[in-house]
C-alpha cells in the first residue's frame, strides 16, 4: 500500500471542536483533568469561557453537561472511554438517554492501542454498553476526515451520541468528499466472495486483508461502517446476499460490540456464517500497539485467516 | 521516638527507590516520574517500618494490607516491592513492556500487589472493605491506602471517606499525598479542594498533617496513626511532584512523560545515583 498521511482521530476530534465552536456558540467542552490528551485542549485555549474542567470526577461531569444541554447549550464531555462510558454510565443511561437529552460524549483513547498503560486504561467495552442505551447513537470514526464529518453531524443532531476516538495515529484512508450519512455504511471496495464489515481505525488494516486476499484469488468486499447503532440493516443483508459470509473486524470486544451487532442485523435478515475479528473476551496488557495487535489477533493477517475459515463454513453450507 | 540510625537508613532507601524510579522509566520510555517522586519518601516509610508483611509470603495472613490507589505510581511501587524483595530489581526493566508482570498500572500478576488499581477513585472503597473485614474477624492487620490529591475530587472517594468515619475504622489509614498537581494543572485550578483536611475531619477523620518529605515526620506520622482509636485516620503528606529532580520539581507536564534517555542522565546524575544505574 501507499504510504499514507497518518494522524490520530483524537486529533482530528480537536481540531473539529475548534472549527464548529466558531459556526455554533452552543457548543461548550467538559473535560476531566485529561484535556491535553483528550486534544480538547485546543478548544480551552481558544474558547476559555466555553470550556469547563470538571476535575476527576466524571459523574458529576456528566449529569452537569445534561443540566447544560437543558439550557439550550451543546455539551461535549470528553475523557479517556473507559472513564467516561464505564464510570458514569448510569449517569448517561438514566438522564441523559431517558429524557433523551442532547449531550455529546467524546470516548477517547478506545481500544488496545493505547498501549504501554495497559489494560485499566484501555477501553474495550465501552461500544457495547454506550450501544445498549435507548436513544444513544454510537459512531466509531476510522480516520481523520471520518472523525471530523462524525463530529460535525453530530453537532447538528438533536439527542445523545456517543463518538470514539483512537489514540495512536492512523493512515488518513478516506477523502474528505466521501459521503458521511449517520447509520450508512461506505462501500470502500467490491466483492463477491466474502464481506469484510470494518468498524474504526482498524480499517487499515481491512483494506490491507482486502489486498492479501486479492493476492489469493479471493474477491472480498469491505464495508466500513462507522455508525455502530443505528446499524446499517440494509447493506449488511445486501453484502450476507451477495457473498455468503462476512467477517467484522473492530477494535472491541467481539461481545456485544460492533461484531454482535452485525451479526443481529445478519440473523434477522440472511443469516451467512460469520467470524468476528477482535478482543475475544480478555484484558488488554501493556505493549506498544503493534505488539498487541498481534498478540490480540487484529492484523490484516489475522483478519485474511478468518476469512478463510469463514469461507470453509459458507462451502460446507452451500 | 525512632532512632537516627533508622531514619539514616530509610532515608538511603528513599534515594536507592528514587534512582530506581527515574532508572525504570530510562528503560520503559513511558510512565509516571511526578507523582512517583512525590509520594517515595512516605511510601519508603510505609513499607521499611510502618508496614508488616513477608516478601517471602504475599499471602501472609497476618501482613498489613497496602492499597495503593494512586496506581499511575506504579515507577514507585514496583521500585518498593524490588526493594523489599518481593521481585527481582532487574525486572523493573521489563516495566510496561509486552509479557512484563510489571504493567503500566499494577496488577495482581506482580507479588506484593493486593489488588489491581489505575482507575482512580477505586482504592479508599476498597480499603474500608478489607478493614471492616478484618476487623469482624478480630484481627490487627491494619489496612494502608495511597492517594493522589487529585484524585481527591471522585465522588466515589468522598463515599468512601463517610463510610470509614461511619463505621470509626481505626484500623484504616490513608495516605494523602498532596503534591498539588493534578495533570490538567494545580488542583486548586482544576478543581479546589482546599481546605481538604477540614473536608477530612467534617467526615469524622484524625488528621495529621506533615511534610511528606521529612522522613522522622513521615515515621512519627505512621506511628501516631497506630495510636488513634475510634476513628480512620488520614496523613496529608505536603509534598512537591517530582521531587529530587529539580526540573520535574512543580512541573506538571512531567505527570505522566517519560525523559528521553538523556535526560533520565541528567536525572540520575543530579541524584548521584550509582553507575549501574547508566546502563540503557
Ligand atoms: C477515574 C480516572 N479518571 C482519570 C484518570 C486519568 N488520570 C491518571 S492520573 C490522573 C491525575 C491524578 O492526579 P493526582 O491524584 O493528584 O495524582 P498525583 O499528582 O499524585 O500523580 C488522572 C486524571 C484515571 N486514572 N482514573
Ligand atoms: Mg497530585
Same mark, same amino acid.
Given at each position: ?26 457548543? !461548550?467542552? $467538559?473535560? =476531566? ?36 444541554? $437543558? ?50 486504561? +484501555?477501553? *474495550?467495552?465501552? !461500544? ?41 495515529? !492512523? ?67 445486501? =453484502? =450476507? ?12 470486544? !467481539? ?5 454482535? =451487532? ?17 478482543? +475475544? ?10 505488539? *498487541? ?22 462451502? *460446507?453450507?452451500? | ?39 517515595? &519518601? ?5 513499607? /521499611?517500618?510502618?508496614? @508488616? ?14 492499597? /495503593? ?50 482507575? #482512580?477513585?477505586?482504592? #479508599? ?28 475530587? %471522585? ?64 515515621? %512519627? ?31 506538571? %507536564? ?5 525523559? @528521553? ?17 547508566? &546502563?540503557?
Amino acid at each position: 500500500m501507499t504510504e499514507k498521511k497518518a494522524i490520530a482521530t483524537r486529533d482530528a476530534y480537536g481540531e473539529a471542536l475548534v472549527e464548529l465552536a466558531a459556526e455554533d456558540e452552543r457548543i !461548550v467542552v $467538559l473535560g =476531566a483533568d485529561l484535556t491535553g490528551s483528550t486534544r480538547t485542549l485546543w478548544f480551552a485555549q481558544k474558547y476559555p469561557d466555553r470550556f469547563f474542567d470538571f476535575g476527576i470526577a466524571e459523574q458529576n461531569m456528566l449529569n452537569a453537561a445534561a443540566g447544560l444541554s $437543558l439550557v439550550g447549550k451543546i455539551p461535549w464531555v470528553s475523557t479517556y472511554a473507559v472513564f467516561v462510558a464505564g464510570r458514569a454510565w448510569e449517569q448517561i443511561r438514566t438522564t441523559t438517554c431517558y429524557s433523551n437529552l442532547n449531550v455529546k460524549i467524546g470516548g477517547a483513547h478506545g481500544g488496545i492501542s493505547v498501549g504501554p498503560d495497559g489494560a485499566t486504561h +484501555q477501553a *474495550l467495552e465501552d !461500544v457495547a454498553i454506550m450501544r445498549v442505551l435507548p436513544n444513544m447513537i454510537v459512531i466509531v470514526p476510522a480516520d481523520y476526515h471520518e472523525t471530523k464529518k462524525a463530529v460535525a453531524w453530530a453537532c447538528k443532531h438533536v439527542g445523545p451520541v456517543y463518538v470514539r476516538f483512537g489514540r495512536e495515529p !492512523v493512515p488518513v484512508v478516506t477523502k474528505p468528499e466521501d459521503p458521511f450519512i449517520m447509520g450508512k455504511a461506505n462501500l470502500i471496495h467490491d466483492g463477491n466472495d466474502v464481506t469484510i464489515a470494518n468498524n474504526g481505525p482498524t480499517l487499515r488494516e481491512a483494506m490491507e486483508a482486502v489486498e492479501m486476499l486479492k493476492e489469493k484469488g479471493i474477491s472480498a468486499r469491505l464495508l466500513n461502517i462507522h455508525t455502530v447503532k443505528p446499524i446499517d440493516r440494509k447493506a449488511i443483508a445486501k =453484502a =450476507a446476499r451477495e457473498t455468503g459470509a462476512i467477517v467484522t473486524v473492530e477494535e472491541h470486544q !467481539v461481545m456485544g460490540g460492533f461484531g454482535s =451487532a452485525v451479526a443481529e442485523a445478519v440473523v434477522q435478515t440472511h443469516p451467512v456464517p460469520m467470524r468476528f475479528i477482535g478482543i +475475544q473476551d480478555r484484558f488488554g496488557e501493556s505493549g506498544t500497539p503493534e505488539e *498487541l495487535f498481534e498478540e490480540f489477533g487484529l492484523t490484516a493477517k489475522h483478519i485474511v485467516a478468518a476469512v478463510e475459515e469463514v469461507l470453509k463454513a459458507k462451502n *460446507l453450507t452451500s | 521516638m525512632v532512632d537516627q540510625a533508622k531514619l539514616k537508613e530509610l532515608e538511603k532507601i528513599a534515594h536507592r527507590i528514587r534512582c530506581d524510579i527515574i532508572w525504570t522509566l530510562a528503560h520503559a520510555q513511558s510512565g509516571h516520574p511526578g507523582g512517583s517522586l512525590s509520594a517515595t &519518601d512516605f511510601g519508603v516509610a510505609l513499607y /521499611f517500618y510502618a508496614v @508488616k508483611h513477608d516478601c517471602k509470603d504475599c499471602c501472609w495472613p497476618e501482613r498489613d494490607r497496602v492499597v /495503593f490507589s494512586k496506581g499511575h505510581a506504579s515507577p514507585l511501587i514496583f521500585s518498593l516491592l524490588a526493594e523489599s524483595g518481593y521481585i527481582e530489581r532487574d525486572e523493573l526493566k521489563t516495566f510496561r513492556q509486552f509479557g512484563s508482570r510489571l504493567q503500566g498500572h499494577p496488577n495482581l500478576e506482580c507479588a506484593g500487589i493486593e489488588v489491581g488499581t489505575g482507575s #482512580l477513585g477505586q482504592g #479508599l472503597s476498597i480499603a474500608v472493605g478489607m478493614a471492616l473485614g478484618l476487623r469482624m474477624d478480630g484481627k490487627p492487620n491494619r489496612v494502608y491506602c495511597v492517594m493522589g490529591d487529585g484524585e481527591n475530587q %471522585e465522588g466515589s472517594t468522598w463515599e468512601a471517606i463517610m463510610s470509614a468515619g461511619h463505621y470509626k475504622l481505626d484500623n484504616l489509614c490513608a495516605v494523602l499525598d498532596s503534591n498539588r498537581l493534578q495533570i490538567d494543572g494545580w488542583v486548586e485550578d482544576v478543581m479546589g479542594l482546599q481546605p481538604i483536611a477540614e473536608k477530612w475531619r467534617a467526615f469524622r477523620w484524625h488528621v495529621i498533617e506533615i511534610d511528606g518529605h521529612d522522613m522522622a515526620q513521615c515515621v %512519627e506520622a505512621f506511628d501516631q496513626a497506630k495510636q488513634v482509636k475510634g476513628q480512620p485516620t488520614v496523613i496529608i503528606a505536603n509534598t512537591v511532584k517530582g521531587k529530587g529532580v529539580s526540573w520535574m520539581e512543580d512541573v506538571a %507536564e512531567w505527570h505522566g512523560k517519560a525523559p @528521553k534517555p538523556d535526560r533520565c542522565r541528567d536525572a540520575l546524575n543530579e541524584l548521584a545515583c550509582p553507575a549501574e544505574y547508566f &546502563d540503557f
